[in-house]
């Protein structure tokens, strides 16, 4: 619960409006995909590997009411590493953000 609700509160905070998100899933053998899809704008691509340090924040000029406090996505992180999981970030071809989760799943 936790895990959606850091993703669902990063994209009210920075997706621009009118935005969008979809949600969606694959399942592969013996994994769980989950992709979180918003409409933009994406992350600078030196900024992709760092969004899930604890205390980072692309844009560190934001004040805390407006940018958080660089803890949700290491949160998130650290759900998906303790339930045997990954997690990553890549910009959409459409100038999006993507979030994919890779969960083990029980056989």
Known sequence: ???FSNLLENTLRYTDSPGKLKIFHRCEPLMLLLMFEDSGPGV?????????DRLYRVDPSRSRAKGGSGLGLAICKNIAETHGGTIRAANTPSGGLRIEIMLPLTP
Not at 44 to 52: K, T, V
């Open 1 to 3: 619960m936790q895990l």
């Open 44 to 52: 600078p691509e030196a900024s992709l590997e760092r969004i899930f």
